[in-house]
């Protein structure tokens, strides 16, 4: 009804503005004013709606600004419907070639859409992957530390004390020697049990929070560092992962950056926590590598990111943000 609708008000308008013109104009060339208003609709309406107002017009023309009885004029109306007509199919035809490109064109959104979709999803995978092989291999390292020395060191010191048992009720002078040996591999298993705990979570970042935990490692560090921490307490992840990032920072600056001096800072910004670890040692951090994208997954997993800014001979910089959560 709409299209109906248009199509009289153009047949109309175009009529009006041709009436007081007959005097101007005695014959019929002005009817290509009709032709343009069916090429518009049937552009944007379709060719049935062009068809429709071409023999609206030729009626019009017909009527208000020909003379019937004049053979001359009769073949224009004639001409006018024919050439409005073939407006009305190209109209047509440039309005279903144009929506075949807007199909394609959102077609073509709607794959690589899908393509980013799909390569999003290989990414997360990949990383999620990463991050469990770590896991796993941090588990089997931890295992493997306990395996070869706390343990072996406790299993020495039981058998040491069962001896001591021994020679105590033989009253074998050895005893002071056996209890000395035994104190001593409890003690060596202590520091070591000590030092394994500290690769998990240490104790100075669980009861003193990020600033102690971060003032512990600078602390240990082969290199002068820095430290500007003044955030309070954060939740535990938050915590746990900016620890983990502060110290492999550290340690990848102690082993290859042939650094004087390092600087970490915090600071919480709208809600976001930003971890910086600067260096002024030589440089060429490889973004891609294996440590780099480690830090990468294990912020992944709390939606974070890392930037690293390492120019060759510039000194590293290395950024993390962590979204803090309740």
Same mark, same amino acid.
């Given at each position: 009804?709409?299209?109906?609708?248009l199509a009289?008000?153009?047949v109309?308008g175009?009529?009006?503005?041709l009436?007081?013109?007959?005097?101007?104009?005695p014959?019929?060339?002005?009817?290509?004013?009709?032709?343009?208003g069916?090429?518009l609709?049937?552009i944007h309406?379709?060719?049935?709606?062009?068809?429709?107002t071409?023999?609206?017009s030729?009626?019009?023309l017909?009527y208000?600004?020909a003379?019937?009885?004049?053979?001359?004029?009769?073949?224009?109306?004639?001409?006018l419907f024919l050439?409005?007509?073939?407006a009305?199919v190209?109209?047509?035809?440039a309005?279903l070639?144009?929506q075949?490109? %807007?199909g #394609?064109?959102?077609? @073509?959104?709607?794959?690589?859409?899908r *393509?980013? &979709? !799909?390569?999003? $999803?290989r %990414?997360? #995978?990949?990383?999620? @992957?990463?991050?469990l092989?770590?896991a *796993?291999? &941090? !588990?089997?390292? $931890?295992?493997r530390?306990l395996?070869?020395?706390?343990?072996?060191?406790?299993?020495h010191?039981?058998?040491t004390?069962n001896?001591?048992?021994?020679?105590?009720?033989d009253?074998?002078?050895?005893?002071?020697?056996l209890?000395?040996?035994?104190?001593?591999?409890?003690e060596?298993?202590?520091?070591?049990?000590r030092?394994?705990a500290?690769g998990?979570l240490?104790?100075v970042l669980?009861?003193?929070?990020?600033?102690?935990?971060?003032?512990?490692?600078a602390?240990?560090?082969?290199?002068?560092?820095?430290?500007?921490?003044?955030?309070?307490r954060?939740?535990?992840?938050?915590?746990a992962?900016a620890?983990?990032v502060v110290?492999e920072?550290?340690t990848?600056v102690?082993k290859h950056?042939r650094?004087?001096?390092a600087?970490?800072?915090?600071?919480?910004?709208d809600g976001?926590?930003?971890?910086?670890v600067h260096d002024?040692?030589?440089g060429g951090v490889?973004?891609?590598?294996?440590?780099?994208?480690?830090?990468?997954d294990?912020l992944?997993?709390?939606?974070?990111?890392?930037r690293?800014?390492?120019?060759?001979?510039?000194?590293?910089?290395?950024?993390?943000?962590?979204?803090?959560?309740?």
């Amino acid at each position: 009804m709409l299209g109906l609708a248009l199509a009289a008000a153009v047949v109309t308008g175009v009529t009006l503005l041709l009436y007081p013109l007959s005097d101007l104009d005695p014959g019929v060339s002005s009817g290509v004013l009709y032709v343009l208003g069916v090429l518009l609709l049937s552009i944007h309406w379709g060719l049935w709606l062009g068809l429709v107002t071409s023999l609206a017009s030729a009626l019009a023309l017909g009527y208000f600004h020909a003379d019937l009885h004049n053979e001359g004029d009769l073949v224009a109306i004639g001409v006018l419907f024919l050439t409005a007509t073939v407006a009305s199919v190209i109209g047509d035809r440039a309005r279903l070639r144009a929506q075949e490109a %807007e199909g #394609r064109l959102r077609l @073509e959104e709607e794959l690589r859409q899908r *393509d980013a &979709e !799909r390569i999003q $999803v290989r %990414e997360v #995978r990949a990383s999620r @992957e990463r991050v469990l092989a770590a896991a *796993d291999e &941090e !588990r089997r390292r $931890v295992v493997r530390d306990l395996h070869d020395g706390a343990q072996q060191r406790l299993v020495h010191t039981v058998m040491t004390l069962n001896l001591v048992r021994r020679a105590h009720a033989d009253h074998d002078p050895a005893v002071d020697e056996l209890i000395g040996e035994a104190l001593d591999h409890a003690e060596q298993a202590t520091v070591e049990l000590r030092e394994l705990a500290h690769g998990i979570l240490p104790s100075v970042l669980t009861h003193g929070g990020l600033r102690s935990g971060v003032n512990a490692l600078a602390s240990r560090a082969s290199v002068a560092v820095t430290v500007d921490v003044p955030v309070d307490r954060l939740p535990a992840a938050i915590e746990a992962t900016a620890y983990f990032v502060v110290a492999e920072a550290l340690t990848n600056v102690a082993k290859h950056a042939r650094a004087g001096k390092a600087v970490v800072s915090a600071s919480i910004d709208d809600g976001v926590l930003r971890i910086e670890v600067h260096d002024d040692g030589v440089g060429g951090v490889d973004p891609d590598g294996a440590g780099v994208s480690g830090l990468a997954d294990r912020l992944a997993t709390l939606d974070g990111t890392l930037r690293v800014e390492s120019p060759p001979g510039g000194g590293t910089v290395l950024v993390a943000t962590l979204p803090i959560r309740a």
